[in-house]
């Protein structure tokens, strides 16, 4: 299962968070995203089957994408 959210200016951390619950997505695109920061990133690490995320142009930084424990994510194998 896919979910494209490119340029989706208005989700932001709790929409974000509310994905955890979609257990079987493989691929999330969240390009261009500006309105998600660090917080909702956790939510996102509970999406166990989750193979292909895209964070481009997000405005994340490089310390919560490590503080939110994505290297955890043993079926992602493409993170952009």
Do not use: P, W
Request: proline content about 0%; overall charge positive; hydrophobic content about 40%.
């Amino acid at each position: 299962t896919c979910l494209n959210l490119k340029e989706c200016r208005s989700l932001t951390d709790a929409g974000v968070s509310r994905l955890s619950q979609l257990t079987k997505l493989r691929s999330l695109n969240l390009t261009s995203c500006k309105f998600i920061t660090g917080h909702c990133l956790s939510a996102l690490a509970r999406l166990t089957s989750l193979g292909e995320l895209n964070l481009s142009y997000c405005s994340l930084t490089d310390d919560a994408l490590q503080a939110a424990g994505l290297s955890k994510m043993l079926a992602l194998h493409t993170l952009d």
